[in-house]
């Protein structure tokens, strides 16, 4: 079973710059999960679709920051414009199942360094 | 808002060795889960081990086994017979029951020793 892929896996940009990062979900995961990982600290969820809409985007700095699943399979998360504290590893992440069984699988992650 | 706490930035064990690292947590939840996250270098997360806050036998996988203290809100890990493979960071998280948000402590950084 092939596993939660992120593209690129690198990034550098110049503030003020626009960024966008890719992610293609296990296949038949519904509920698809973006996250930011700040260098020394635990992930920090963005956005959660479920299929194509928006479960929860309470901690998404909407002035810069969108993020789509058009056909409720692959996303794509956007930064317009970068700034330098957007510096960190942005990790999406599909799941499976409900409850207790709930099962978050992550990708590899998309390390962005604005300068 | 539930919050996760590990207070070990760092930790170091000896190859075979058990290791058991910490976590707290705060909430008014009744109903919830817990897991540890292990993220090796350069590696993507995954799941170690997890817990029903509503099961009192503690939850055990292999050579990973965790100490589920609920009246105290303490969730520690136990890795027995520690492998060079388990040098990673890992990370305590919460989940309320009925949400399938992950609250993440900042993480423990383990390094396994030969």
């Known amino acids: 079973e092939a596993g939660v892929a992120q593209s690129p896996r690198y990034k550098i940009i110049e503030k003020r710059q626009s960024v966008a990062f890719w992610c293609n979900p296990i296949s038949g995961h519904a509920t698809l999960y973006w996250y930011q990982q700040i260098l020394g600290q635990g992930p920090k969820l963005l956005i959660q679709?479920?299929?194509?809409?928006?479960?929860?985007d309470s901690q998404l700095p909407k002035d810069r920051f969108s993020a789509e699943r058009l056909k409720g399979v692959d996303s794509t998360l956007k930064i317009q414009p970068a700034k330098l504290e957007d510096s960190a590893v942005y990790l999406c992440?599909?799941?499976?199942?409900?409850?207790?069984?709930?099962?978050?699988?992550f990708g590899p992650g998309t390390r962005l360094l604005v300068l | 808002a539930q919050t996760v706490t590990q207070s070990q930035p760092e930790m170091s064990v000896q190859e075979a060795e058990t290791v058991t690292l910490s976590c707290t947590y705060d909430t008014s939840e009744n109903n919830y889960y817990l897991f540890w996250y292990k993220q090796p270098p350069s590696r993507q997360m995954i799941l170690v081990i997890r817990q029903e806050a509503y099961k009192q036998q503690n939850a055990t996988e292999n050579r990973f086994s965790v100490n589920f203290q609920k009246a105290a809100k303490s969730f520690s890990l136990k890795i027995s017979d520690s492998q060079l493979g388990d040098t990673a960071m890992y990370f305590c998280a919460f989940r309320a029951g009925g949400s399938e948000k992950l609250v993440f402590g900042k993480g423990t950084k383990l390094t396994v020793n030969p």
């Open positions: 679709f479920q299929n194509n809409g928006v479960v929860d």
């Open positions: 992440a599909s799941s499976v199942g409900q409850g207790y069984q709930e099962t978050q699988y």
